[in-house]
């Protein structure tokens, strides 16, 4: 198997274990078991996070996947850090990159988010949005492909 190949389908073992926890994951009856199965299964995730059922987070690279304190993904959601696309049709390089959700951000069910994508601090991803590229801190984004829909307003106090 070449280096693209690895890159593409990544450690077998590492995988079938991968997708087996995810299983568990999904069908965990409580946020708690779902986190706990996706970090397990090498997810970086904060404190204090929720995670809906039915969410597949990079299934070949989930160590490249960081969740940080207060997050809510709703169910089904999906977070990819690689896209093996170019690779299957091209024979071209795989792509993959990092993929931050930073504090307190919330992403609707159904989203998508693929990878290099930042999600800033406080911000809202609307259901069923495709994330192609960095969403600001505190703004509300939606749709296909996600665009700012407005800026979220800190309160004082």
């Known amino acids: ?12 073992w590492r995988r079938i274990i991968s997708v087996l926890v995810q299983g568990l994951a999904w069908f ?18 904060g404190k204090n996070v929720e995670i809906g059922y039915f969410c597949i987070i990079d299934n070949v690279h989930p160590n490249m996947v960081e969740i940080e304190d207060n997050v809510t ?13 170019m690779y299957y ?10 993929v931050v959700i930073k504090k307190n951000a919330f992403i609707g069910v159904h989203s998508v988010i693929l990878p290099g994508v930042t999600i800033g601090e406080g911000a809202i991803v609307g259901a ?16 296909v ?6 800026t ?6």
């Open 128 to 143: 069923m949005s495709l994330v192609n590229k960095d969403v600001p801190p505190n703004t509300i984004v939606a749709g």
């Open 28 to 45: 965990a009856p409580h946020k708690s078991l779902r986190v706990f199965f996706h970090r397990l299964r090498g997810v970086k995730i």
């Open 152 to 157: 979220i307003e800190k309160k004082n106090g």
């Open 73 to 85: 993904i709703a169910a089904m959601s999906i977070i990819l850090a690689h896209d093996n696309s």
């Open 1 to 12: 198997m070449g280096d693209k190949e690895k890159l593409a389908r990544g450690n077998i």
């Open 89 to 98: 049709a091209h024979g071209e390089d795989v792509r993959f990159a990092k």
């Open 145 to 150: 492909p996600a665009r700012i829909i407005r």
